[in-house]
T-cell receptor
Framework: AQSVTQLGSHVSVSEGALVLLRCNYSSSVPPYLFWYVQYPNQGLQLLLKYTSAATLVKGINGFEAEFKKSETSFHLTKPSAHMSDAAEYFCAVSDQGGSEKLVFGKGTKLTVNP | DSGVTQTPKHLITATGQRVTLRCSPRSGDLSVYWYQQSLDQGLQFLIQYYNGEERAKGNILERFSAQQFPDLHSELNLSSLELGDSALYFC???????????????FGPGTRLTVL
């Protein structure tokens, strides 16, 4: 069965600092990997996705993530945090051959301090 | 705006009641997924429909059922409601690629269900 682990349920950074949100996955088949963001009282918005093409994936709002098969990781980064980045971030995995459902991590709430 | 619409936005009801949540997918998307987001369980997949047929089932209770209609909108029916059913219910839709596999899931704004 697939699973996702997001290390750190809360991450706090200063405005302008590097954002690093960690995601490790478990999958018996090559996965598709996604990062979604959820702003308060809103739905989930896709930030970026990995679907077996380039291992470094660029997304919206300056975010990027790197797929590392050897480490089973897909960490999300942004060089410089903005106040508007404060939200909850979810990593998700979907396998390529079986069910198309998304299995989500428990989420990481990002706080950006002025 | 993802293009996926869900109604109602909020729903408050009592234990034992039945409710229906509605989802309209993005234009042209044949797949519809339902997810439940709660504080204790997080985001969990409930069920998927593709072009009117059930495609996959997740942790969906027997008290819950869903369907997808010919116009591709979907409804999630929740019956004999319990306090623990209070949650945010999301619908997502996805297009189908030439390979046959569904692509990215686009999420609606959700329906917040409160059971009192």
């Amino acid at each position: 069965a697939q699973s996702v682990t997001q290390l750190g349920s809360h991450v706090s950074v200063s405005e302008g600092a590097l954002v690093l949100l960690r995601c490790n996955y478990s999958s018996s088949v090559p996965p598709y990997l996604f990062w979604y963001v959820q702003y308060p009282n809103q739905g989930l918005q896709l930030l970026l996705k990995y679907t077996s093409a380039a291992t470094l994936v660029k997304g919206i709002n300056g975010f990027e993530a790197e797929f590392k098969k050897s480490e089973t990781s897909f960490h999300l980064t942004k060089p410089s945090a903005h106040m508007s980045d404060a939200a909850e971030y979810f990593c998700a995995v979907s396998d390529q051959g079986g069910s198309e459902k998304l299995v989500f991590g428990k989420g990481t709430k990002l706080t950006v301090n002025p | 705006d993802s293009g996926v619409t869900q109604t109602p936005k909020h729903l408050i009801t009592a234990t034992g009641q039945r409710v229906t949540l509605r989802c309209s997918p993005r234009s042209g998307d044949l797949s519809v997924y339902w997810y439940q987001q709660s504080l204790d369980q997080g985001l969990q997949f409930l069920i998927q429909y593709y072009n009117g047929e059930e495609r996959a089932k997740g942790n969906i209770l027997e008290r819950f059922s869903a369907q997808q209609f010919p116009d591709l909108h979907s409804e999630l029916n929740l019956s004999s409601l319990e306090l623990g059913d209070s949650a945010l219910y999301f619908c997502a839709s996805s297009p189908r690629r030439a390979s046959g596999r569904s692509d990215t899931q686009y999420f609606g704004p959700g329906t917040r269900l409160t059971v009192l």
